[in-house]
C-alpha cells in the first residue's frame, strides 16, 4: 500500500487549497479512504471520509466548508478546502484501514 499526499501549503485566512492522495497497492475503487489531521502540539483528528458508493462524512469541524471526493479512474482522492482558518493548520494525512500517507502540511496564516 501506498499513499501519496500532496496540495498543501501556505495559504492565508479565507483562502482555499486542494489536497490530492494518490493510492496505489491496493483495490481504491472498493476501499474507503478517509483525511485526517494533526495540529501542532495536539492529537490526530480524522476530517473526512469517502466510501466506495460515494457516500461522504466530515467532522463537525470543517462541514460546509470542505469537499471529499475521488476519481477511482485515477485512484486519487481530493480533499477541497474553503474558507479556510488557522486552526486549520495541521500536517494532513491521507489514510485507508491500517496504512497512512507521508502528510503534507497546511498553513493558514497571514
Known amino acids: 500500500v501506498q499513499l501519496v499526499e500532496s496540495g498543501g501549503g501556505l495559504v492565508q485566512p479565507g483562502g482555499s487549497l486542494r489536497l490530492s492522495c494518490a493510492a496505489s497497492?491496493?483495490?481504491?475503487?472498493?476501499?474507503?479512504m478517509s483525511w485526517a489531521r494533526q495540529a501542532p502540539g495536539k492529537g490526530l483528528e480524522w476530517v473526512s471520509g469517502?466510501?466506495?458508493?460515494?457516500?461522504?462524512y466530515y467532522a463537525d469541524s470543517v462541514k460546509g466548508r470542505f469537499t471529499i471526493s475521488r476519481d477511482n479512474a485515477k485512484n486519487t482522492v481530493y480533499l477541497q478546502m474553503n474558507s479556510l482558518k488557522p486552526e486549520d493548520t495541521a500536517v494532513y494525512y491521507c489514510?485507508?484501514?491500517?496504512?497512512w500517507g507521508q502528510g503534507t502540511q497546511v498553513t493558514v496564516s497571514s
Open positions: 489514510a485507508i484501514t491500517g496504512s
Open positions: 497497492g491496493f483495490t481504491f475503487s472498493s476501499s474507503a
Open positions: 469517502i466510501y466506495s458508493d460515494g457516500s461522504t
